[in-house]
T-cell receptor, first 112, second 110 residues
Framework: NSKVIQTPRYLVKGQGQKAKMRCIPE?????VFWYQQNKNNEFKFLIN????????QIDMTEKRFSAECPSNSPCSLEIQSSEAGDSALYLC??????????FGKGTRLTVV | DAKTTQPDSMESTEGETVHLPCSHA???????IYWYRQVPLQGPEYVTH???QNTTNSMAFLAIASDRKSSTLILTHVSLRDAAVYHC???????????FGAGTKLTIKP
C-alpha cells in the first residue's frame, strides 16, 4: 500500500487565486513526480525531482506553476494564478531510482 | 517518447477472466511495462510489472509479447471490486520518465 500522503484532498479556488498542495513522499524515496489528471483520465506530467533537484519539467510548470521538494519538509506544488482549465486531480508519486512508483490519493482542485 | 495504446473500455461479468490489451510499439530496450489501476477519487494502485518475461502475482498475470511491442494483463475470476481504470505505462529507469496512456475502463457486471 502506498504511503504517499497528499493534502488537502479537495481544494476550491477562485480564478486568479493561488492554489497550493502538499505531498509527503514515501520515506527513503528520492524521486518525486507531479501529474495532472483530467476528467478523461489522461495524465499530464508536470515535474519531477530527485531529492531536492528538479529533473524534468514542462513549459507550463515553468510559467505558472512552482514546485519544490525541500529537505525535511513536504514537497509542494503551487499554481500562482489559478485558471478554470487547472481544475483537475493533481497526483504526487514517489519511487526509488528506476523502481515501482507509488501514488498518493491526489488533490482534487476545482477553480470556480 | 514511447506511448501506449489501450481500448477505452471493456466489460466483463463476475467470475470471468478478462484480457486487457496494451500496445507499445515504440518501446525501448530499457523501458519496463507497468500496470496500475485506479478507482474514482483515488490515486493509481500498482498491479504488476515486467520487462521481458511473463509475470504473475496475487493480483494478475502479465503476458508480454516476445517482441515486447504489446502486453496483456489477465485478471482471473473478476469481482465487482476489480472495476477500475487500468493504466498500462512505460517506466524508463534511466531518466525517471513515465509515459501514461488514457487507460481502459473495466466494467464488471454482477
Amino acid at each position: 500500500n502506498s504511503k504517499v500522503i497528499q493534502t488537502p484532498r479537495y481544494l476550491v479556488k477562485g480564478q486568479g487565486q493561488k492554489a497550493k498542495m502538499r505531498c509527503i513522499p514515501e520515506k527513503g524515496h528520492p524521486v518525486v513526480f507531479w501529474y495532472q489528471q483530467n476528467k478523461n483520465n489522461e495524465f499530464k506530467f508536470l515535474i519531477n525531482f530527485q531529492n531536492q533537484e528538479v529533473l524534468q519539467q514542462i513549459d507550463m510548470t515553468e510559467k505558472r506553476f512552482s514546485a519544490e521538494c525541500p529537505s525535511n519538509s513536504p514537497c509542494s506544488l503551487e499554481i500562482q494564478s489559478s485558471e478554470a482549465g487547472d481544475s483537475a486531480l493533481y497526483l504526487c508519486a514517489s519511487s526509488l531510482m528506476g523502481r515501482r512508483v507509488f501514488f498518493g490519493k491526489g488533490t482534487r482542485l476545482t477553480v470556480v | 517518447d514511447a506511448k501506449t495504446t489501450q481500448p477505452d473500455s471493456m466489460e466483463s461479468t463476475e467470475g470471468e477472466t478478462v484480457h486487457l490489451p496494451c500496445s507499445h510499439a515504440t518501446i525501448s530496450g530499457n523501458e519496463y511495462i507497468y500496470w496500475y489501476r485506479q478507482v474514482p477519487l483515488q490515486g493509481p494502485e500498482y498491479v504488476t510489472h515486467g520487462l521481458q518475461q511473463n509475470t504473475t502475482n496475487s493480483m494478475a498475470f502479465l503476458a508480454i509479447a516476445s517482441d515486447r511491442k504489446s502486453s496483456t494483463l489477465i485478471l482471473t475470476h473478476v469481482s465487482l471490486r476489480d472495476a477500475a481504470v487500468y493504466h498500462c505505462i512505460l517506466r524508463d529507469g534511466g531518466n525517471e520518465k513515465i509515459t501514461f496512456g488514457a487507460g481502459t475502463k473495466l466494467t464488471i457486471k454482477p
